[in-house]
Structures are given as C-alpha cells and as structure tokens.
C-alpha cells in the first residue's frame, strides 16, 4: 500500500490520543499524549512472511518516540512488534510485553527525520529483522506468533505530539 488511496482499509480517527490519516501519500500516526501508542492493521493476513514499510518522523522532540511493525496479530490480539527509535535503536518482542531484543543500538537505522526502510521476516519461529536493507538480527523466538495479521506501530515515549509517518508497506 502506498497510501495514496484513503479508501485502501487503514483507520482514520481523530480523537484527544491520537490522529490516524491519509496524508499527502503517506499514512499519519500522530500520538498527541505523553506514553501513548498505538498499532493498527488493514486485514491483510500473511502466514511466514516477510513484511515492509518506510518509516520517518515528521516531528519529534524525544528520542524516546518510536514507530515499526507488528506481526503475528489474532483480530488485533497477541503478536510482536519491531519497533526503532529516533536515536537509532530497535527493539523486538511481545506486543505489551517482554523483548527478545531490548533497545539495542544499530548503526543502519536513520535517526532524525531521515526515512527508514524497516522489514521483518518470519518462518515458522524464526525471525529477522532489517533496517534499510541491512540485517538487524535473526534469532529463533521459540514459540509461533498465534495469528497473521500484519500492521504498523507508532508510539510517544515521554513526550506528546510525536508524528510519524508511513509509505510503501507491503
């Protein structure tokens, strides 16, 4: 999806948390409250796959703002996310939960607003992920994600009105 139709299946809400938008060909997530965040997917279910999206900020005031994928949803339940940050770190784990991977620093991850390429690919219990085009890490996970359904995370850390921005998920 290059976000370039507003009818392609992805949320649009505007509420006190949160901003979710077509824009400009991009798809917006806007997180307007300290620690807030959010994941939403389109129904696109993928059994071991692999899955991409550009990433950038459009603002950001913290390093602790993050946004990536999220993988192995049942109806928007279970799952894990891979998640970067603005100071060039990512994270792999349960959505909510522990981390396989916890804000490890990687030299191929843009920060700023600079755009990031970000894929995962999953086979059964293993995992890779990728930031433009260089792998990140591989490990088996030991266990399989419950469901198929694949989407797109943003989130604030300590600050509000962090605004990323999506291209090219597919």
Request: charged share 20%; net charge negative.
């Amino acid at each position: 999806d290059d976000f370039s139709d507003p009818a392609s299946g992805w949320p649009v809400e505007d509420d006190t948390r949160y901003q979710l938008a077509y824009l400009n060909g991009e798809y917006r997530m806007l997180i307007k409250e300290a620690y807030g965040g959010l994941f939403v997917w389109q129904g696109m279910s993928i059994p071991d796959c692999t899955v991409m999206v550009d990433a950038r900020w459009e603002s950001t005031t913290t390093y602790q703002g993050y946004y990536g994928l999220v993988f192995g949803l049942t109806n928007g339940e279970g799952g894990l996310e891979f998640l970067v940050r603005n100071d060039g770190a990512y994270w792999l784990g349960l959505i909510g939960g522990d981390g396989y991977v916890q804000w490890a620093p990687s030299p191929y991850i843009n920060t700023g607003k600079a755009s990031n390429r970000l894929a995962v690919t999953q086979r059964g219990q293993d995992i890779s992920v990728y930031a433009n085009g260089q792998l990140l890490k591989s490990w088996n996970i030991g266990l399989h994600t419950r469901g198929n359904d694949v989407g797109i995370i943003a989130g604030s850390g300590n600050s509000t009105w962090e605004d990323a921005r999506f291209d090219n998920f597919y």
